[in-house]
Protein backbone atom coordinates (compact mmCIF):
# COMPACT_ATOMS: atom_id res chain seq x y z
CA UNK A 1 0.00 0.00 0.00
CA UNK A 2 1.65 3.40 -0.66
CA UNK A 3 2.53 5.85 1.60
CA UNK A 4 -0.17 8.52 0.38
CA UNK A 5 -2.59 5.88 0.43
CA UNK A 6 -2.63 4.93 3.99
CA UNK A 7 -1.94 8.86 5.23
CA UNK A 8 -5.39 9.55 3.53
CA UNK A 9 -6.92 6.11 5.20
CA UNK A 10 -5.94 7.77 8.45
CA UNK A 11 -6.58 11.16 7.77
CA UNK A 12 -10.97 10.04 6.53
CA UNK A 13 -10.13 7.88 9.80
CA UNK A 14 -9.04 11.07 12.31
CA UNK A 15 -12.14 12.98 10.58
CA UNK A 16 -14.52 10.31 11.17
CA UNK A 17 -13.98 9.54 14.76
CA UNK A 18 -13.66 13.68 15.30
CA UNK A 19 -17.05 13.99 13.99
CA UNK A 20 -18.63 11.23 16.30
CA UNK A 21 -16.74 12.90 19.37
CA UNK A 22 -18.38 16.50 18.45
CA UNK A 23 -21.75 14.66 17.93
CA UNK A 24 -22.06 12.83 20.76
CA UNK A 25 -24.36 9.85 21.39
CA UNK A 26 -27.31 9.29 18.80
CA UNK A 27 -30.93 8.06 19.98
CA UNK A 28 -31.92 9.12 23.60
CA UNK A 29 -29.00 11.21 23.81
CA UNK A 30 -29.15 15.26 23.92
CA UNK A 31 -27.09 17.53 22.02
CA UNK A 32 -24.24 17.41 24.65
CA UNK A 33 -23.55 13.84 23.87
CA UNK A 34 -24.88 13.13 27.81
CA UNK A 35 -27.10 10.38 28.17
CA UNK A 36 -31.04 11.10 28.79
CA UNK A 37 -32.38 9.50 31.79
CA UNK A 38 -36.58 8.57 32.02
CA UNK A 39 -38.49 11.03 33.82
CA UNK A 40 -40.49 8.26 35.69
CA UNK A 41 -37.82 7.38 37.34
CA UNK A 42 -38.59 3.52 36.79
CA UNK A 43 -35.04 2.29 35.88
CA UNK A 44 -31.69 3.27 37.29
CA UNK A 45 -28.03 2.82 37.12
CA UNK A 46 -26.89 1.02 40.12
CA UNK A 47 -23.37 1.95 41.50
CA UNK A 48 -20.09 0.12 40.19
CA UNK A 49 -19.92 -1.70 43.31
CA UNK A 50 -23.30 -3.34 42.72
CA UNK A 51 -22.98 -3.42 38.95
CA UNK A 52 -19.13 -5.48 40.06
CA UNK A 53 -21.20 -7.80 42.52
CA UNK A 54 -24.79 -8.58 40.83
CA UNK A 55 -22.85 -9.52 37.38
CA UNK A 56 -20.56 -12.72 36.25
CA UNK A 57 -17.34 -11.41 34.94
CA UNK A 58 -18.01 -12.31 31.16
CA UNK A 59 -21.59 -10.15 32.09
CA UNK A 60 -19.45 -6.76 33.58
CA UNK A 61 -16.80 -7.26 30.85
CA UNK A 62 -19.49 -6.97 28.26
CA UNK A 63 -22.13 -4.30 29.29
CA UNK A 64 -18.77 -2.34 31.36
CA UNK A 65 -15.83 -2.52 28.85
CA UNK A 66 -17.26 -2.95 25.23
CA UNK A 67 -16.32 -7.41 25.62
CA UNK A 68 -17.94 -9.88 23.05
CA UNK A 69 -18.94 -12.96 23.88
CA UNK A 70 -18.66 -16.02 21.98
CA UNK A 71 -20.99 -16.59 18.81
CA UNK A 72 -23.62 -19.83 19.27
CA UNK A 73 -21.73 -20.44 23.04
CA UNK A 74 -24.08 -17.77 24.68
CA UNK A 75 -27.79 -18.35 26.67
CA UNK A 76 -30.08 -16.22 23.79
CA UNK A 77 -29.15 -16.73 19.97
CA UNK A 78 -31.46 -19.59 19.79
CA UNK A 79 -34.12 -19.10 22.27
CA UNK A 80 -36.98 -19.30 21.04
CA UNK A 81 -39.66 -18.62 23.88
CA UNK A 82 -41.94 -15.32 24.10
CA UNK A 83 -40.93 -12.99 26.19
CA UNK A 84 -38.78 -9.36 25.98
CA UNK A 85 -35.26 -9.13 26.67
CA UNK A 86 -34.18 -5.94 29.18
CA UNK A 87 -30.60 -4.54 30.27
CA UNK A 88 -29.23 -6.56 32.76
CA UNK A 89 -27.87 -3.72 34.68
CA UNK A 90 -30.98 -1.13 34.89
CA UNK A 91 -33.91 -3.45 33.99
CA UNK A 92 -34.80 -1.27 30.53
CA UNK A 93 -36.86 -3.13 28.01
CA UNK A 94 -34.94 -3.36 25.36
CA UNK A 95 -36.17 -6.41 22.64
CA UNK A 96 -39.25 -8.60 21.89
CA UNK A 97 -38.99 -12.25 20.79
CA UNK A 98 -41.54 -10.99 18.34
CA UNK A 99 -38.72 -9.31 16.87
CA UNK A 100 -36.10 -11.73 16.49
CA UNK A 101 -34.66 -13.58 14.15
CA UNK A 102 -31.98 -15.94 13.46
CA UNK A 103 -29.06 -13.98 11.80
CA UNK A 104 -26.95 -17.34 11.24
CA UNK A 105 -24.16 -15.35 13.36
CA UNK A 106 -24.35 -16.90 16.25
CA UNK A 107 -25.88 -14.10 18.56
CA UNK A 108 -29.22 -12.95 19.57
CA UNK A 109 -30.56 -10.65 16.45
CA UNK A 110 -33.81 -8.30 16.68
CA UNK A 111 -34.62 -6.04 13.36
CA UNK A 112 -36.24 -3.47 16.01
CA UNK A 113 -36.17 -2.43 19.48
CA UNK A 114 -39.24 -2.19 21.87
CA UNK A 115 -38.74 1.72 22.27
CA UNK A 116 -36.13 3.90 20.81
CA UNK A 117 -36.22 5.86 23.98
CA UNK A 118 -34.15 2.93 25.97
CA UNK A 119 -30.99 2.73 23.49
CA UNK A 120 -28.29 5.02 22.31
CA UNK A 121 -26.48 4.45 19.20
CA UNK A 122 -22.51 5.38 19.55
CA UNK A 123 -20.09 5.43 16.97
CA UNK A 124 -17.55 2.80 17.79
CA UNK A 125 -14.23 3.17 15.67
CA UNK A 126 -12.70 -0.15 17.43
CA UNK A 127 -12.72 -2.00 13.88
CA UNK A 128 -11.51 -0.64 10.28
CA UNK A 129 -14.41 0.88 9.82
CA UNK A 130 -16.93 2.52 12.24
CA UNK A 131 -19.66 0.42 13.42
CA UNK A 132 -22.95 1.77 15.31
CA UNK A 133 -22.32 0.35 18.86
CA UNK A 134 -26.04 -0.23 21.19
CA UNK A 135 -25.93 0.75 24.87
CA UNK A 136 -28.97 1.03 27.43
CA UNK A 137 -29.92 4.87 28.01
CA UNK A 138 -30.08 4.59 31.70
CA UNK A 139 -27.50 1.68 32.21
CA UNK A 140 -25.29 2.46 29.91
CA UNK A 141 -24.41 -0.91 29.65
CA UNK A 142 -22.82 -2.11 25.99
CA UNK A 143 -25.54 -4.42 24.28
CA UNK A 144 -23.97 -4.94 20.87
CA UNK A 145 -23.98 -3.47 17.69
CA UNK A 146 -26.14 -2.46 14.69
CA UNK A 147 -26.20 -3.07 11.32
CA UNK A 148 -28.24 -2.71 8.30
CA UNK A 149 -28.10 -6.17 6.99
CA UNK A 150 -31.06 -6.94 8.83
CA UNK A 151 -34.97 -8.20 7.31
CA UNK A 152 -38.05 -6.23 6.58
CA UNK A 153 -39.34 -4.45 7.51
CA UNK A 154 -36.62 -2.33 8.88
CA UNK A 155 -33.61 -3.77 7.29
CA UNK A 156 -32.04 -3.37 10.78
CA UNK A 157 -29.89 -6.27 12.56
CA UNK A 158 -29.20 -5.16 16.54
CA UNK A 159 -26.61 -7.75 16.82
CA UNK A 160 -26.78 -8.39 20.77
CA UNK A 161 -24.69 -9.92 23.30
CA UNK A 162 -27.14 -12.76 25.71
CA UNK A 163 -23.75 -11.37 28.51
CA UNK A 164 -26.07 -7.94 28.29
CA UNK A 165 -29.49 -9.39 28.55
CA UNK A 166 -31.93 -10.82 30.83
CA UNK A 167 -34.82 -12.88 29.31
CA UNK A 168 -38.45 -12.33 31.01
CA UNK A 169 -40.67 -14.96 29.87
CA UNK A 170 -44.23 -13.83 28.76
CA UNK A 171 -45.54 -15.32 31.60
CA UNK A 172 -43.88 -13.44 34.37
CA UNK A 173 -44.47 -10.07 32.12
CA UNK A 174 -46.89 -8.82 34.97
CA UNK A 175 -44.99 -10.71 38.00
CA UNK A 176 -41.75 -8.68 36.76
CA UNK A 177 -42.99 -5.26 36.44
CA UNK A 178 -43.40 -5.49 32.52
CA UNK A 179 -47.19 -5.85 32.10
CA UNK A 180 -47.49 -3.15 29.76
CA UNK A 181 -45.13 -5.14 27.36
CA UNK A 182 -47.94 -8.16 27.11
CA UNK A 183 -49.50 -6.46 23.93
CA UNK A 184 -46.72 -7.31 21.86
CA UNK A 185 -47.91 -11.08 22.13
CA UNK A 186 -51.41 -10.86 21.03
Known amino acids: MSQ ?3 AAISI ?8 GCVQGAGGSGDSTGNIATMSDGKYKRP ?21 TE ?17 D ?15 SKTGWPSFY ?4 NRYIVEKKDYKM ?9 AIGDSHLGHVFNDGPRPTGLRYCMNSASLRFIPRAALENEGYGEYAA ?3
Open 4 to 6: TLI
Open 12 to 19: LFAIGFLS
Open 47 to 67: SESEIKSMLTPLQYDVTQHEG
Open 70 to 86: RAYRNDYWEQKDEGIYV
Open 88 to 102: IVSGEPLFSSTHKYD
Open 112 to 115: RAID
Open 128 to 136: LLPRTEIRS
Open 184 to 186: LFN
